[in-house]
């Protein structure tokens, strides 16, 4: 013989925070006097009872007792259907014990709140508010914002979507507020709003969630305001002072000043720009002398004289032939290397243009020597490609040699290609030859 249970198999509706009561009947099929204890099993245990706590029945009699359900008012509790189980524990036979099921249909409700903070904002172009949602239920809700103001005169930032706040959870929307149109000057203007928080339908069986209106105020300040205004008046009146100071007094001193710092320079510019001169007249007599006295040559001219020293001469001769010549030096790291050109016997070259060429950013220096006179020391890392034209020509005389000296001191890396191991440069001098 064994003990069985019954409970209502419809499920049974509760809603957080009410009660509940579930006939549980329990007939004794045994052949003893035989007490009951009662276990509910599954989530609903923390908050369900059984009342009577135990029942003692005769053999082939029948007893009920009442399933008490009071689920909290807690955003843990979600709607929908619950499963659970009440253990049957004969005390004298525990190997007849039994456990019946049943459902609980648990009801939807709605405890919704919003916030709007500050009440009161404040600014020339506008102000930013935030709209606090607090969903208290144990649903989810979809909340849509407006806004609105008499004579249409603010712009409201709102969020294009609806904004859904989990139960138990709050969102924060942040609502900037603008006027339509700027005020330049005058009294601050107060304006009057309100934002409407409306909770969308919930599911079947949920309450209707009435919407939050939520009023505020927006005080509109002057771009221009009259303590700004004063302080541009101030601000435009030091101008004025400063510039008098600057006019009157400052500026006649520094000019003097300058005057006096450049004067030692410039004489001395002078002093050279004369000896210049004179050095370029007399080349040019020593050229018509040589000219009207030398021996002829071919084409009935003169030709150059073979005693030619580095320096600036007179232009070329007509017959004067275009030259240009490359020298290319290569120099390990720490190394030096030269390349030379050697004037032809009867020759004089005549240098009017130079190019310098570092291609890989090298460190080092590189000098352009005509005969035993230095004419350029230039440290390579200050150019990648530099280039001299002189209005007057240096002379290089017959056998005399233009040097190229490199001297390496860091090999440079182009930004592609393999590193390179030396320094490579190269100088390209033209002119005429004759």
Not at 165 to 173: D, I, N
Not at 190 to 216: K, M, N
Not at 338 to 362: F, I, S
Request: charged share 20%; proline share 11%.
């Amino acid at each position: 013989m064994t003990t069985s249970a019954l409970l209502d198999a419809s499920p049974a509706p509760v809603l957080p925070g009410e009660e509940a009561r579930i006939p549980l009947e329990i007939r004794n099929g045994g052949n003893v006097v035989e007490a009951y204890s009662f276990e509910v099993l599954g989530p609903a245990a923390d908050w369900s009872v059984v009342e009577p706590a135990t029942l003692s029945l005769n053999p082939g009699t029948s007893g009920q007792v009442e399933l008490v359900v009071r689920p909290p008012r807690d955003t843990t509790v979600p709607p929908g259907e619950l499963t659970y189980g009440v253990r049957v524990l004969p005390q004298e036979q525990p190997q007849y014990a039994t456990v019946p099921e049943g459902v609980l249909h648990i009801r939807p409700y709605a405890d919704f709140t919003a916030e709007l903070t500050p009440r009161l904002g404040q600014g020339r172009t506008g102000a930013r508010f935030q709209v606090a949602l607090d969903n208290r239920g144990n649903y989810p809700l979809s909340v849509a914002l407006s806004g609105k103001d008499q004579g249409d005169l603010l712009k409201f930032g709102l969020p294009s979507q609806a904004t859904v706040v989990e139960p138990g959870r709050a969102a924060f929307v942040k609502l900037p507020v603008k006027p339509r149109r700027w005020m330049w000057r005058g009294v601050a203007v107060p304006h009057v709003f309100q934002v409407i928080a409306a909770p969308s339908p919930g599911p079947e069986g949920a309450p209707e969630v009435a919407p939050e209106p939520l009023d505020g105020s927006l005080l509109q300040r002057p771009i221009v305001s009259a303590g700004l205004l004063k302080l541009l008046i101030a601000l435009l009146v030091l101008l004025g002072v400063l510039a008098g100071l600057w006019f009157g007094l400052l500026r006649p001193v520094v000019r003097s000043a300058a005057k006096e710092a450049v004067k030692v320079p410039v004489e001395a510019a002078e002093s050279k720009a004369a000896e210049a001169k004179e050095a370029a007249d007399e080349a040019k007599e020593a050229a018509s002398a040589g000219a009207g006295g030398g021996k002829p040559g071919p084409g009935g001219s003169a030709s150059p004289s073979a005693s030619a020293t580095p320096g600036t001469g007179p232009a070329p001769l007509p017959q004067a032939a275009l030259f240009s010549y490359r020298l290319t030096p290569s120099a390990p790291a720490g190394g030096t290397a030269a390349a030379a050109y050697t004037v032809p016997d009867g020759k004089v070259l005549r240098l009017t243009d130079l190019v310098l060429e570092n291609p890989q950013g090298d460190a080092g220096t590189i000098t352009l020597s005509v005969g035993d006179k230095t004419l350029l020391a230039p440290a390579l890392e200050n150019f990648r490609e530099q280039d001299f034209h002189w209005a007057s020509a240096i002379l290089a005389g017959p056998k005399q040699k233009i040097t190229v000296t490199l001297a390496c001191r860091t090999v440079g890396r182009p930004p592609s290609g393999p590193a390179p191991d030396r320094c490579n440069a190269a100088v390209l001098f033209s002119g005429t030859l004759e």
